[in-house]
């Protein structure tokens, strides 16, 4: 319980979004701009991987990184290989999460504010909450999308993304202390994005498995970076992919909302941004950064309240 003028901790749930996480970074910019200092952080997928890259004092590092990508820097941390559990390149991200979130070594417990990063249990389907080792393990745990991430191995148990049973962790704050919760819903408007497909010609012939697999590229590279509006396309396999995740982490952060509900919930409008397309990170920042302007009213509003209540 809160001592008397003690003011109430603030707690800062960073929700899953895949590409759409860019925005946590305006956010975080704006909320510490306007002296707004998260006391507990914990992150969900790629809000995970922000939270943890702002608490190890990375964020401008990584910000300059994202501003700067291309669709071919982004494209290369995605292979098409016979026979692995995932299509991302696991050293490729491994070397990127020590170099722009969290270096080797740098401890969840060693840190100056607390942190839980949102996982899920492969076998049991259970929500893990990581709150202790190595910093760039968790988020590797916490961002695992099945398909595309291989699972992590983690204390005998294989990990994946935490979207899938808590896309926006506002009890996970909750148990860590926060009096105030501020969440933040990257899926507010998924479901109203355009569906905008590049379509692939499909050769009749040479249907070798080297073929195949170059129309496999193809098809996700299209999925990745669409650029067409034809709705009569038939969706390809990346595609209904990612829609089925839009669709699962959207009502599934509907159902826990209404069930947890936080103070203050921030929702950047980015339902136009696919779910992999992490090369219109200024957009996302500046979204983000928006949002937090919207919602300062608000913010201060129930942080009055919460001391008057105090009192």
Partial sequence: MRSYGTPPKIGLALG?????????????????????????ICGTSVGAMIGACYLAGNLVKLENWVLGSTRTDVFKFFNVKLGKSGFVDSDRLSRFLYQYVAGQGCQ???????????????????????????????????????????????????????????????????ALGADVVIAVNLNSDVMSRRNQRKPVDTPVKKKSVLHNLKQTTLEYSNSIFPDSDKQEDAPGLFTSITASINIVQDRITRSRLAGDPAEVVISPRLGHIGLLEFHKAAEAI??????????????????????????
């Fill in 16 to 40: 899953s979004g895949a590409s759409r996480g860019w925005s946590h970074i305006g956010i975080i910019k704006a909320l510490l701009r306007e002296g707004i200092e998260p006391d507990i």
């Fill in 108 to 174: 969840i417990e060693n840190l100056h504010t607390p942190f839980a990063a949102v996982s899920t249990d492969l076998e049991s389907g259970r929500e893990v909450w990581l709150q202790e080792g190595e910093l760039a393990d968790t988020v590797r745990a916490s961002m695992a999308l099945p398909g595309l991430f291989p699972a992590v191995r983690h204390e005998h148990r294989w990990l994946v993304d935490g979207g899938l049973v808590n896309p926006v962790p506002v009890s996970a704050c909750r």
């Fill in 286 to 311: 500046a979204e983000g950064e928006n949002r937090v302007l919207a919602a300062l009213a608000d913010i201060r509003r129930v942080k009055e309240l919460v001391e008057g209540n105090s009192d």
